[in-house]
């Protein structure tokens, strides 16, 4: 038994109870388990009738499930026992809730709680699920049950009525009785799935045919559509239920329309190779209104599926569909069937464009990475959705690194698959702005182009990267940084004291880590140009000019985290920001960036929303496992800091830089370098400490000056 004893209630709530009989509560589960209906009365009749309420309504086990509980009607309604359920609600319909849920609850020995989960599950649903016809009958004559009951299926499926249950089950007579009871023909899921789908999916001809004849005049529940666009036929075809196609189609006349990956039926025939299915959508196309054109679209669309997939390449299929397209298009070489309005050629695709014959794509068959660009540019071209944005990232990542690979290499692929695959991720990024899809994604895309550059640089292959394709990565991410920036005012800016309140909405969370995600970036992209500008002597003064330009432009700009107002410099001198390491492939802070930034003339002393400077940042850093080189480095920065005139006494939270500092390295720096204090800072802190309104009176350049003290 559970070590609690829940009752529920006729509220509908669930309680708790301990004055119950465990051995009394046990031999009640056994008699409805087993069926006995004689001891079954001869145990209530023992019980106080003040405690029957009680009883009747305890959760407790059943073997079959464990850690799930149900009160007797529900145990005697899954074991089918017809008899007990007809005896408890002729004798006791006062005492037992037909309509009582179940629960799921286990214990979690590591937190030391109950996991509890509210399954909904009533004795009739669970009659249904068990497949008790003569229970299902009882409760709802004797019981009056909800034939709508909507429950959890398990822990990831959920919002099922019984008739779902039914059709699921292929249970005809169960599906007639539900519906002559008042079960909702057309109630849905979480998905917005339909019975009939789930019975097309399940091949049970009989029970879509019986669903259709109750169908109302506009067809409503044939055509309907779930979350995904699916419809019955759609659920019928990617099960390869022939049966029920031919039922829709040709008896109901059901629509073909694409989902919402751009699929038809004939699309999902082809996709998982079903001969019979795609043979029977393409003999009949006159009367499914298939016009050869469309026919060669869908092929295309196949094929470029078999190759570009998130799961597994099957080139073989891949050529077959596409070369079965190809043979249409000139199945009359008088009039062909060309590829016309084809788009410009573009960069991410190495400027190649669609084999436009036979010959052609014969010409590429033997060739991978070609058969790969092929098959994205057909389905591009066919339509940009979600599906096709994940398949691009899939590739860009395939290309880029050998993912079955454990080698010292760190993964990566050769030159020309490095550069493909940067050059893929930013198309991706540009198809998702121009497209306005899957845009939660835009920030990643960038992030990878950033990641594999860095891997070049950490295994010495600093040449491959191309200064102009980092060029227009870094253009990219301060687009993306701009529209983050654009989507929501992160930041509360009090006009009138200038003090930032830092409070984000969870709505607003989402946004801010994006744009601060694209400023990582931006720093991770300095550090790699500066590497590229290194070892590559060609156009150095001209290129280092470009960077130095739009550095300057951020600082004039002012450009800041937009979930706590830090500039770059402060993210350039931490490890980790809210928890997320600055650094992609290697640890920041980054020298070379600082002094980038320096040269710039950086505001060294700015404040973020807590008013940490940038040595604050610097000096909260844990620095755990650094080389003798890395620490050689934060010296230098350290110095760099003191020299431009950051100041040590500057206060944030009630504390200075070097009361932030845990590693002793790090206090070792302060120490050789001791607080002075000038005239200014020390009027500045008389300010703060007596609360005197210096706005009004003193010159706006000086306030930051002050709120640093």
């Not at 590229?532 to 800041?560: G, P």
Request: aromatic share 8%.
């Amino acid at each position: 038994m559970h070590s609690r004893q829940m009752i529920h209630n006729r509220n509908g709530q669930f309680v708790e109870s301990k004055g119950l009989v465990t051995t009394t509560l046990d031999e009640i589960t056994a008699v409805c388990k087993n069926g006995d209906v004689h001891a079954l009365e001869t145990i209530l009749n023992s019980i106080p009738s003040d405690k029957l309420d009680h009883y009747l309504n305890a959760m407790v086990q059943d073997d079959q499930s464990p850690f799930t509980y149900f009160t007797p009607l529900m145990i005697a309604s899954i074991h089918g026992h017809d008899s007990i359920v007809r005896f408890l609600l002729e004798n006791y319909s006062h005492h037992c809730i037909v309509d009582a849920q179940n629960y799921s609850s286990q214990y979690d020995f590591d937190y030391k709680f109950d996991v509890e989960h509210f399954n909904k599950q009533t004795a009739l649903w669970l009659a249904v699920k068990c497949k008790h016809l003569n229970a299902v009958r009882t409760l709802v004559s004797l019981g009056k049950a909800n034939v709508n009951q909507k429950a959890d299926y398990d822990y990831s499926v959920s919002n099922w009525t019984p008739l779902r249950l039914a059709c699921d089950n292929g249970q005809l007579e169960m599906v007639e009785y539900l519906i002559e009871n008042g079960a909702d023909l057309y109630h849905t899921d979480k998905n917005n799935s339909t019975s009939l789908m789930v019975a097309s999916r399940r091949g049970y001809d009989n029970i879509v045919q019986y669903l259709l004849k109750l169908d109302d005049n506009s067809n409503h529940l044939l055509n309907a559509v779930n979350n995904k666009g699916s419809t019955a036929l759609h659920a019928a075809t990617v099960s390869g239920q022939l049966n029920v196609v031919k039922l829709l189609l040709e008896q109901h006349h059901a629509k073909i329309v694409k989902d919402d990956d751009g699929y038809t039926p004939l699309t999902i025939a082809g996709i998982n190779n079903q001969k019979a299915l795609m043979n029977y959508f393409i003999k009949n196309k006159t009367q499914f209104s298939y016009t050869i054109s469309e026919i060669i679209d869908e092929l295309e669309l196949i094929g470029s599926y078999h190759m570009i997939n998130c799961y597994q390449s099957d080139f073989e299929s891949a050529y077959h569909y596409l070369l079965w397209a190809m043979q249409l298009r000139y199945n009359d070489p008088k009039v062909p069937i060309l590829k016309n309005n084809l788009p410009s050629p573009i960069e991410a695709y190495g400027y190649c464009t669609e084999c436009r014959t036979i010959e052609e794509l014969n010409s590429i068959k033997n060739n991978p990475n070609r058969m790969i660009i092929e098959c994205l540019m057909i389905r591009e071209r066919v339509d940009v959705t979600s599906t096709f944005l994940n398949f691009l990232d899939h590739q860009a990542d395939s290309c880029g690194y050998n993912l079955y690979s454990f080698d010292n290499d760190g993964c990566l692929r050769g030159p020309e698959e490095c550069q493909l695959a940067i050059r893929l991720w930013l198309h991706a990024y540009h198809l998702r702005i121009q497209t306005q899809v899957d845009l939660k994604k835009c920030v990643s895309c960038l992030k990878k182009c950033a990641t594999i550059m860095g891997e070049l640089i950490n295994y010495k292959r600093t040449k491959e990267i191309q200064f102009d394709m980092l060029m227009k990565v870094l253009e990219a991410t301060e687009h993306e940084y701009q529209r983050n920036k654009n989507l929501e005012p992160i930041l509360d800016v009090e006009q009138e004291n200038d003090n930032f309140s830092c409070l984000l909405s969870e709505d607003d969370e989402a946004v801010g880590n994006n744009g601060d995600k694209c400023l990582y970036i931006i720093l991770n992209l300095l550090f790699n140009a500066l590497k590229v500008l290194a070892c590559k002597k060609k156009k150095k003064q001209e290129r280092k000019a470009v960077i130095v330009k739009r550095v300057q432009q951020y600082i004039d700009s002012d450009w800041r985290t937009l979930s706590d107002n830090k500039t770059l410099l402060h993210l350039s001198l931490m490890e980790y920001h809210n928890s997320v390491s600055v650094g992609i492939c290697r640890r920041f802070p980054s020298l070379v960036v600082v002094q980038l930034l320096l040269s710039c003339q950086v505001s060294i002393n700015a404040i973020d929303c807590h008013y940490y400077t940038p040595l604050h940042d610097l000096a909260s850093n844990k620095f755990k496992k650094l080389t003798k080189e890395k620490w050689n480095d934060i010296k230098i920065i350290f110095k760099l800091l003191i020299d431009g005139g950051a100041h040590l006494d500057a206060i944030a939270q009630g504390k200075t830089p070097e009361d932030c500092t845990e590693h002793e390295n790090l206090k070792s720096f302060f120490r050789m370098h001791s607080i002075q204090h000038s005239l200014k800072c020390l009027c500045s802190r008389m300010i703060q400490k007596n609360e005197l309104n210096y706005r009004d009176c003193i010159p706006k350049p000086l306030h930051p000056f002050i709120e640093i003290h």
